[in-house]
């Protein structure tokens, strides 16, 4: 089972084993991961699952989406490169060891 780990921004860090195809904002969701709000559920309509995945896992995931890549333009927190709606990231095999930061806020 892979395993994710959530970096808050107090610099906590909570390892969290996910079964493949549940996506990395449920897995929070479930386990009280703090930071992710997901006001929606995760059918990306509000960017409150707006992570910045770690440069040193972010080869892991595939890349965004239209609805993703416009979704992140109305997050509060700064968007980076990296940023990504945790709603869109299907949890499969190659993503074990993946890292993730939550931001300040959620919009």
């Known amino acids: 089972m892979p395993k994710i780990t959530y970096v808050s921004v107090d ?9 493949v195809g549940t996506s990395v904002m449920r897995a ?3 386990n009280d991961v703090e930071g992710i709000v997901a006001q ?26 239209p609805v993703e890549d416009e979704l992140l333009d109305f997050t509060t927190c ?6 990504r709606l945790s709603c869109q990231l299907e949890v499969t095999e190659a993503m074990d060891g993946l890292i993730v930061h939550t931001p300040e806020r959620q919009s």
């Open 40 to 65: 929606c559920g995760g059918n990306a309509q509000c960017a409150t699952c707006h992570v910045y995945v770690d440069e040193t896992t972010v080869d892991k995931l595939t890349d965004r989406l």
């Open 78 to 83: 700064a968007r980076r490169p990296t940023s």
């Open 28 to 30: 929070a969701v479930v």
């Open 11 to 19: 610099g906590n860090e909570r390892t969290v084993d996910v079964s």
